[in-house]
């Protein structure tokens, strides 16, 4: 694949994982104001997707290159936000919200790794 076709795959899947970003942010209702749970939640998501696809993609060929870059990189890339996270860690802690800045940084590490786990054993599973 030409570079300008697998640019425009990840550009398609970034759109695409923005978009579907942004939507969870605005039908997410936190349970604790002012907790980003929408951010945990995409981010939680997004790792077991990228768990799962990438599994797929290294042990079947249920997902081409082509899918990898459009779904893990573009979607998974645009769909996650741990930029968003970094500054509302920073938020918290700018606020004296050391609890939750605790519960946000080892809930989107420990669960983000987990859920990427998992995600690669579902793949295993149902390959």
Same mark, same amino acid.
Do not use: H
């Given at each position: 694949?030409?570079?300008?076709?697998?640019?425009?795959?990840?550009?398609?899947?970034? !759109? &695409?994982? +923005?978009?579907?970003?942004?939507?969870?942010?605005?039908?997410? *209702?936190?349970? @604790?104001?002012?907790?980003?749970?929408?951010?945990?939640? *995409?981010?939680?998501?997004? +790792?077991?997707? &990228? %768990?799962?696809?990438?599994?797929?993609?290294?042990?079947?060929?249920? @997902? +081409?290159?082509?899918?990898?870059? #459009? #779904?893990?990189?573009?979607?998974? %890339?645009?769909?996650?936000? !741990? +930029?968003?996270?970094?500054?509302?860690?920073?938020?918290? #802690?700018?606020?004296?919200?050391?609890?939750?800045?605790?519960?946000?940084?080892?809930?989107? &590490? &420990?669960?983000? !790794?987990?859920?990427?786990?998992?995600?690669?054993?579902?793949?295993?599973?149902?390959?």
């Amino acid at each position: 694949m030409k570079q300008a076709g697998a640019v425009l795959l990840v550009g398609v899947g970034g !759109f &695409i994982g +923005s978009m579907a970003r942004y939507l969870v942010a605005l039908t997410f *209702v936190p349970l @604790v104001p002012g907790f980003p749970f929408a951010t945990l939640t *995409v981010n939680l998501l997004g +790792s077991f997707l &990228i %768990g799962f696809l990438s599994e797929l993609a290294v042990s079947t060929t249920l @997902v +081409s290159p082509e899918a990898r870059l #459009l #779904l893990v990189t573009g979607f998974c %890339g645009g769909f996650t936000t !741990f +930029s968003a996270y970094m500054f509302e860690n920073a938020a918290l #802690l700018k606020d004296g919200q050391l609890f939750y800045a605790g519960i946000y940084l080892v809930g989107t &590490i &420990i669960g983000g !790794f987990v859920a990427l786990y998992t995600g690669t054993l579902f793949a295993k599973l149902w390959t």
